[in-house]
């Protein structure tokens, strides 16, 4: 049985489209029962679509209807577009950091 007050990290090294989001789903809610903290690593994530992004928010719904939290501690670029085309960043509220030598392709 998990540690109820310990943060637990995840990985999503998939995309997170229409085909994933089953899968993906049971993973993060689990998460959520488990673990007081989340930690979400999506800085692999090569696809991101509608049904991915619906999934990012009923799994911070559920973290914030049990009082937990769940935070993104990696943005790809196709989480940072999505996020940015919804306009969703402050609701996810977390810091987005862009790789350096992405950033770099960009100046």
């Known amino acids: 049985m998990a540690t109820k007050n310990r943060t637990h990290k995840i990985a ?54 049990s009082d937990k939290t769940v935070r993104i501690t990696g943005h790809s670029k196709a989480v940072r577009e999505l996020l940015d085309l919804y306009n969703m960043n402050s609701y996810f509220g977390d810091q987005l950091v862009i790789p350096a030598a992405e950033h770099a392709r960009q100046a």
Do not use: C, P, W
Request: charge should be negative; charged fraction near 25%.
């Open 12 to 65: 999503i090294v998939e995309d997170m489209t229409i085909y994933t989001a089953s899968t993906q789903k049971l993973l993060l809610l689990e998460a959520v029962a488990n673990y007081h903290e989340l930690d979400l690593d999506l800085s692999q994530v090569g696809e991101m679509d509608t049904a991915g992004f619906q999934l990012l928010l009923l799994t911070k719904r559920e973290a914030t209807k």
